[in-house]
């Protein structure tokens, strides 16, 4: 007979052939089983379209801005190295204590509150992108839409007009930086999941999960994301998310999805990825990695939210910007799912690129079993 620990490792052991399944195996390749990935980097899409972007120049940081709006003589004063703590002060809390709760009011808090010079926006005619218009069933508001870097076509990346002349929102910035960082550093984690690709260049139907994970990546000594780690779907069902598609010639293109994914950064801010009527487009490579985007409508209140309100004014002051003009640029240009009522759209075309490496996804019932198989050593 089998003793206690050899009983758990034949468990453990039935455990990992399944999953094995959601793993991206090269060895497997046409048994249409569910294959698993670890997005390794996400990063809005961006496209460095030279002087023309933004003839103007970048935007202001909100430290400048603000001394700006002085008259010279207080200008001066507060420019002095001795005058620096009263100028963040007038920064972070200009309005003061307010309310029964003594909030303090601020520029990113309560941007409709305060005015600012205008964003500069991008003002090019090329951007990265997707096709979004033609697929969006939440309703569109008028725009002027993108030509795709290859010239073959129109994009929408309305997010990309309102943010692409901020310093650091631009290619490989900080805003790319930090999402890439957090990864590496465990404060959020996304999963992929690939099921129905029993030929590896053409399906007529494949299913596309997109989860988040409380897991950690595992990395190695220069930080970089390693393959095949088990990570576990979130346990909170509206982080997960599952749509329908198609394989031809080696692409995968869903159908539009509302997608959620929890986005942690620097310890402080704790938000969503939130992207209405989202469409994937990815492409597995040779050595078993995927490439691709994910395209769709970011909700302008939960982006702001997670962006620029819980950064706060010290990352307007580092990254370039003005909170209130971000604010009603992101409204202006919102070109997806207008209000019944209003008319204005509450969200933005946006784009987001993907890298993801095989993993083990594990599913919270598949996990129940490991625990199981694990408390009888």
């Not at 046409?30 to 972007?53: L, Q």
């Not at 200009?94 to 709760?101: C, D, N, Q």
């Not at 492409?283 to 209140?301: H, L, M, N, R, T």
Request: hydrophobic share 35%; with cysteine.
């Amino acid at each position: 007979m089998m003793n206690a620990r050899m009983q758990a490792a034949c468990i453990a052991a039935g455990v990992l052939l399944a999953m094995g399944s959601a793993r991206g195996e090269d060895d497997a390749p046409n048994t249409g089983a569910p294959r698993g990935y670890i997005v390794s980097s996400i990063a809005f899409a961006s496209h460095d379209g030279g002087p023309a972007d933004c003839p103007d120049g970048l935007n202001k940081n909100a430290r400048d801005i603000y001394l700006e709006s002085l008259p010279q003589p207080e200008r001066e004063r507060l420019s002095k190295p001795e005058a620096e703590k009263e100028l963040w002060k007038a920064l972070y809390a200009p309005g003061g204590f307010i309310g029964p709760g003594k909030r303090t009011r601020n520029r990113c808090a309560d941007p409709k509150d305060f005015t600012s010079p205008p964003l500069r926006t991008i003002q090019g005619h090329v951007a990265d992108g997707m096709d979004l218009q033609s697929h969006a069933s939440g309703g569109t508001c008028a725009h002027e839409r993108f030509t795709s870097v290859d010239g073959k076509g129109q994009v929408d990346n309305q997010l990309w007009r309102a943010m692409g002349c901020i310093r650091g929102w631009r290619k490989g910035a900080d805003i790319e930086k930090y999402a890439y960082d957090n990864i590496r550093a465990g404060e959020y984690e996304i999963l992929l999941e690939i099921k129905g690709m029993t030929d590896p260049r053409n399906n007529a139907h494949v299913e596309v999960g997109i989860y988040s994970s409380r897991d950690q990546a595992q990395v190695d000594a220069a930080g970089n994301v390693l393959p095949d780690a088990s990570l576990q779907v979130h346990d909170d069902p509206k982080y997960r998310a599952v749509a329908q598609g198609r394989m031809v010639d080696g692409v995968i293109t869903t159908d539009p999805v509302d997608i959620k994914l929890n986005y942690r950064s620097a310890g402080y801010v704790d938000t969503d990825f939130y992207v209405r009527g989202a469409r994937l487009q990815l492409e597995p490579q040779p050595d078993g990695s995927v490439k691709g985007k994910i395209g769709g409508y970011y909700d302008v209140e939960t982006l702001y939210d997670g962006f620029i309100r819980q950064p706060m004014v010290v990352t307007s002051v580092l990254l370039g910007y003005s909170c209130p003009a971000v604010y009603e640029a992101l409204n202006t240009f919102a070109d997806g799912y207008p209000d019944a009522k209003t008319g204005q759209c509450s969200a933005i075309s946006t784009a987001l690129r993907i890298e993801a490496i095989p993993a083990f996804v594990i599913h919270p019932k598949d996990a129940k079993t490991k625990t199981a198989a694990a408390d009888q050593e």
